[in-house]
């Protein structure tokens, strides 16, 4: 996959995590919901973020090896 692909399916992959947690948040939220199922949309939430988080370190690494890169050519020049 090249760069703008992934670029793309990151986009669509937040996109999709954003509608997960708004959903999962407003589902916990419910005051009429049992223990049971406000522990489920909970689990839900932290996988959503756990994701996200994942996603979002990724995409740190990965400027950073650009930007590793970049000096590491301009060095060698």
Not at 10 to 27: A, I, N, T
Not at 36 to 56: C, D, H, P, Q
């Amino acid at each position: 996959m090249d760069n703008f692909d992934v670029k793309v399916v990151r986009s669509r992959l937040f996109k999709h995590l954003d509608g997960v947690l708004k959903v999962s948040q407003e589902k916990f939220s419910r005051e009429r919901n049992s223990d049971s199922n406000r522990r489920s949309w909970a689990r839900i939430l932290v996988n959503a973020i756990e994701a996200y988080a994942k996603i979002l370190h990724d995409v740190e690494l990965e400027e950073i090896e650009r930007r590793l890169e970049l000096l590491e050519r301009r060095g060698s020049m």
